[in-house]
T-cell receptor
Framework: KQEVTQIPAALSVPEGENLVLNCSFT??????LQWFRQDPGKGLTSLLL?????REQTSGRLNASLDKSSGRSTLYIAASQPGDSATYLC?????????????FGSGTRLLVRP | DAGVIQSPRHEVTEMGQEVTLRCKPI?????LFWYRQTMMRGLELLIY????????DSGMPEDRFSAKMPNASFSTLKIQPSEPRDSAVYFC??????????FGPGTRLTVL
C-alpha cells in the first residue's frame, strides 16, 4: 500500500531564507508526483508536476526534484516571502493503475515571518 | 471562468439528517473528483467521474455516501444519514484530465 509522508509537519522561517520541504513515498512504482499549495479555507492549487521519467521541474522560485529509487521528492523554495505562507502537500499517482488515484501526504505548514 | 463552484460553503446539521453537497465544475472539463479532508486522515479521494460516468468509487466510506453527476455541469455528494464522524471539509475538483485538477473552495461540514 502506497504511503506518503511529509516532514516536517510545520516550519517557520524568516523572510528571504531558502528552504526545502520533504516528501517520501513507500512504493517507487509511481506515474507522477505533484506538489500542491493550500491556503487556509481554500482548495488546493497545483504548483509542480513531475513525471516519473523526470528528475526535476522548476517554476519561478520553486524547484521540485524526484528520486524514484529512494522514494523521495523535495520542494525547494528560494528567497521565501510572507506570501509563501501556506500548507504544501505532495501527492503521488500510482503507475499502471487502471483507476486514477492520487495519494496525498499530510502536508507541511509553512510560515514565513516578515 | 469562475472556477469550480461548491455550495454550501458551510453546513451544520444534526446526526441522522440528510446532507447534500453540490458542485459545478469548470466548463469543458471531462473529469470531476470528490475529496474529503480531515485532520486524522488527510485528503482522500472519495469518487471520480469521467464524462459524467463514475469510474472509481472505492474511496466512498460506506453506503451512506452516494454521488451523482446528472450532467456535465453539476454533481452532488449525498450523505444519508449523517454521523458526527462525517464532519470534514469536502472538496470538489475538475480537470481536462486526471493530472491537472482545479479545486473548489470546499464545503465545511459539521455534524452534531
Amino acid at each position: 500500500k502506497q504511503e506518503v509522508t511529509q516532514i516536517p509537519a510545520a516550519l517557520s522561517v524568516p523572510e528571504g531564507e531558502n528552504l526545502v520541504l520533504n516528501c517520501s513515498f513507500t512504493d517507487s512504482a509511481i506515474y507522477n508526483l505533484q506538489w500542491f499549495r493550500q491556503d487556509p479555507g481554500k482548495g488546493l492549487t497545483s504548483l509542480l508536476l513531475i513525471q516519473s521519467s523526470q528528475r526535476e521541474q522548476t517554476s519561478g522560485r520553486l524547484n521540485a526534484s524526484l528520486d524514484k529509487s529512494s522514494g523521495r521528492s523535495t520542494l525547494y523554495i528560494a528567497a521565501s516571502q510572507p506570501g509563501d505562507s501556506a500548507t504544501y502537500l505532495c501527492a503521488v499517482k500510482r503507475a499502471m493503475d487502471s483507476s486514477y488515484k492520487l495519494i496525498f501526504g499530510s502536508g507541511t505548514r509553512l510560515l514565513v515571518r516578515p | 471562468d469562475a472556477g469550480v463552484i461548491q455550495s454550501p460553503r458551510h453546513e451544520v446539521t444534526e446526526m441522522g439528517q440528510e446532507v447534500t453537497l453540490r458542485c459545478k465544475p469548470i466548463s469543458g472539463h471531462d473529469y470531476l473528483f470528490w475529496y474529503r479532508q480531515t485532520m486524522m486522515r488527510g485528503l482522500e479521494l472519495l469518487i471520480y467521474f469521467n464524462n459524467n460516468v463514475p469510474i472509481d468509487d472505492s474511496g466512498m466510506p460506506e453506503d451512506r455516501f452516494s454521488a451523482k453527476m446528472p450532467n456535465a455541469s453539476f454533481s452532488t455528494l449525498k450523505i444519508q444519514p449523517s454521523e458526527p464522524r462525517d464532519s470534514a471539509v469536502y472538496f470538489c475538483a475538475s480537470g481536462p484530465g486526471t493530472d491537472t485538477q482545479y479545486f473548489g473552495p470546499g464545503t465545511r461540514l459539521t455534524v452534531l
